[in-house]
């Protein structure tokens, strides 16, 4: 039998036995409660103010009101996030003691209900043992009842909406809501899961992370296609015109001989005729003349390990042949890209000139601007040939800057052989 209490007495005696919740989502009040005792199977304890529940033939049930009347339209299972049942233990024959939890598989009346009803346990949810031992009585005992609430909300058609409690060990007594004296009537309490709130400001940049370490080395990639490379298939006489990648065929190009009168470096005269292969300008003291003279066989320049740029310029000179070679003569200058400040010559021949003795001199030419002068630097021999005589080698401190010229000048007066191809004498010439 209900026990109605003023809902501000109700309040009041809450806050003083500290309920478990100061705040909760949906509270649904219990409807009906009672207890069986095999002990008795024919006694109802509809109307009792205490409430024992042990695990030798005491049982405490528990009615609960309609989900439907407390839950927001709609709600599903879902939608809940925890479900717990309250109780009041008023106090138990052993500490260690720890409810069973079972949902009743049909529907009872508080006032009729005995032990020979024939109320049982439902399949699902299945019971279980609450992990809570109870024990410091009195006080508010909570159970999570979450899956037999949830089954509730997905099967209203329930005709029990019961819970049974009986204990693992000794004997726990609860107050009823007919105990006037606390009024500590049972409740569940379902927590709902509510929607998402808004998003929140994006947080502080976190500090930078140290550098990870260096990753294994890729694979080998695959080759390239092989380029065009350098054209080759000139003919003798041809030089590379150019390189475009695409037209293989005109690269090669026979250079035009002859040309017009050129005047010489040494600007004194002018050449009388066209050159031949093989012939270069040179001059003497009165004429510029096409001579089978000094043919560079290489013009370079190098770095050495000191930082300093040095020119090396090699010569081949004939000396007599079957062209009669005037007393004078010179090859053409070599234009420095780049300033030195020593200079060094030598000559060698391959073999005994001749019995007449010449002289090798190297010179310079200096850019004036609009014109070039032209010195003496130095002699390599003035006795080369003389029978014996077939190499030289000096050296001078003379400073060259950038468009300055160098040039070799041979003296002899007389042609060293009437026949034959002449003898051939290597020069170097080094500016560093």
């Not at 049909?106 to 992990?131: K, R, V």
């Not at 390599?380 to 468009?403: D, L, P």
């Amino acid at each position: 039998m209900t026990n109605p209490v003023q809902p501000l007495l109700r309040a009041a005696l809450a806050t003083a036995v500290l309920a478990p919740f100061a705040a909760r989502a949906v509270e649904i009040p219990v409807r009906s409660d009672s207890y069986t005792d095999s002990a008795n199977p024919t006694v109802n304890y509809g109307s009792a103010t205490l409430l024992p529940a042990n695990g030798t033939g005491k049982t405490v049930l528990f009615k609960f009101k309609s989900m439907a009347t407390f839950l927001p339209a709609g709600t599903a299972s879902s939608d809940i996030a925890k479900a717990m049942l309250h109780v009041w233990v008023r106090g138990s024959t052993n500490n260690s003691a720890r409810f069973v939890v079972k949902r009743a598989n049909a529907d009872w009346a508080e006032g009729t209900l005995t032990a020979n009803t024939g109320l049982g346990d439902a399949a699902l949810p299945a019971p279980f043992t609450d992990s809570t031992a109870i024990n410091n009585l009195p006080q508010w005992v909570s159970v999570d009842v979450s899956d037999i609430v949830k089954y509730w909300v997905d099967n209203p058609g329930d005709p029990g909406r019961s819970i049974l409690l009986t204990t693992t060990v000794g004997e726990v007594t609860l107050d009823s809501k007919e105990n006037t004296d606390t009024s500590h009537a049972a409740f569940v309490d379902v927590t709902l899961i509510g929607p998402a709130g808004p998003q929140g400001p994006t947080g502080a940049t976190g500090a930078t992370g140290a550098a990870g370490a260096t990753g294994a080395t890729g694979a080998t990639g695959p080759t390239g296609a092989t380029g065009p490379g350098v054209p080759t298939g000139g003919s003798a006489g041809q030089v590379l015109a150019k390189i475009d990648g695409t037209d293989y065929n005109t690269q090669w190009t026979t250079p035009t001989g002859g040309g017009s009168n050129a005047t010489s470096l040494q600007g004194t005269t002018v050449a009388s005729t066209a050159p031949t292969n093989g012939q270069v300008l040179t001059y003497d003291s009165s004429a510029s003349n096409w001579k089978p003279m000094d043919i560079p066989q290489q013009f370079n320049f190098l770095i050495n390990s000191g930082n300093s740029t040095i020119l090396s310029a090699h010569y081949i000179t004939i000396i007599g042949g079957t062209q009669a070679q005037s007393s004078n003569e010179q090859d053409g200058f070599r234009m420095l890209s780049a300033p030195c400040s020593k200079v060094s010559m030598n000559a060698i021949s391959n073999t005994v000139v001749s019995s007449n003795t010449y002289t090798i001199k190297l010179r310079k030419a200096t850019n004036t601007g609009s014109s070039y002068t032209y010195s003496d630097v130095m002699t390599c021999a003035s006795n080369f040939g003389g029978g014996s005589v077939r190499s030289c080698n000096t050296s001078s401190n003379t400073s060259f800057v950038a468009g300055d010229g160098l040039g070799i000048l041979v003296t002899g007066g007389t042609q060293a052989h009437n026949t034959g191809g002449g003898v051939a004498v290597y020069m170097t010439v080094t500016c560093q």
